[in-house]
T-cell receptor
Framework: DAKTTQPPSMDCAEGRAANLPCNHS???????VYWYRQIHSQGPQYIIH???NNETNEMASLIITEDRKSSTLILPHATLRDTAVYYC?????????????FGGGTRLMVKP | GAVVSQHPSRVICKSGTSVKIECRSL??????MFWYRQFPKQSLMLMAT?????????EQGVEKDKFLINHASLTLSTLTVTSAHPEDSSFYIC???????????FGEGSRLTVL
């Protein structure tokens, strides 16, 4: 699986949009971009994933550049409960046998 | 989404004893489950891949005789830390693919403290 690069930490004001970048310049054509987050002392929580089109769900939006070498996770109105470590992972298409390889992630701190 | 449950969520044991952690897929069948370990302020590290009805596949550096994995049914995998020592104290997390999409869902984690 391709390696990803994320900033180690970011701050965001409560109520503002949080934009978390991820570089994955060696991504292959059949690899998806996944985002998970981990709140302190809990298991990771799935947020969103995409292949090449931008995606949106009730939690966040995922913007993938046209060359697919980078992406941005957007939390439109960050709350204090969004404070967590956010992991950007690239992984081949849906396959029950494929694990997720976690990098360092970005520690997002949402401040009042 | 699909639900994966771990038990116990916290366990404290004495050095030299064995501890079993259960991982259950509650509303789907999982032929494959993954066990991760996470030390404080570090990322998740894959320990092993558990396949129903067959032997687990361990990552390099993970002792298979110390971390026994059993995946006897499509809804249950267990991780047994044998002869636990303080350095085995960690957060253990399981993951399973389910929902018919191969998407991975994670358990709540089990925090092991070895005294």
């Amino acid at each position: 699986d391709a390696k990803t690069t994320q900033p180690p930490s970011m701050d965001c004001a409560e109520g503002r949009a949080a934009n978390l970048p991820c570089n994955h310049s060696t991504i292959s054509g059949n690899e998806y971009v996944y985002w998970y987050r981990q709140i302190h002392s809990q298991g990771p929580q799935y947020i969103i994933h995409g292949l090449k089109n931008n995606e949106t769900n009730e939690m966040a939006s995922l913007i993938i550049t046209e060359d697919r070498k980078s992406s941005t996770l957007i939390l439109p109105h960050a709350t204090l409960r969004d404070t967590a470590v956010y992991y950007c992972i690239v992984r081949v298409a849906y396959n029950a046998g494929n694990m997720l390889t976690f990098g360092g992630g970005t520690r997002l701190m949402v401040k009042p | 989404g699909a639900v994966v449950s771990q038990h116990p969520s916290r366990v404290i044991c004495k050095s030299g004893t064995s501890v079993k952690i259960e991982c259950r897929s509650l509303d789907f069948q999982a032929t494959t489950m993954f066990w991760y370990r996470q030390f404080p302020k570090q990322s998740l590290m894959l320990m092993a891949t558990s396949n129903e009805g067959s032997k687990a596949t361990y990552e390099q550096g993970v002792e298979k005789d110390k971390f026994l994995i059993n995946h006897a049914s499509l809804t249950l995998s267990t991780l047994t830390v044998t002869s636990a020592h303080p350095e085995d104290s960690s957060f253990y997390i399981c993951s399973a693919a389910g929902g018919g999409t191969g998407e991975l869902f994670f358990g709540e984690g089990s925090r092991l403290t070895v005294l």
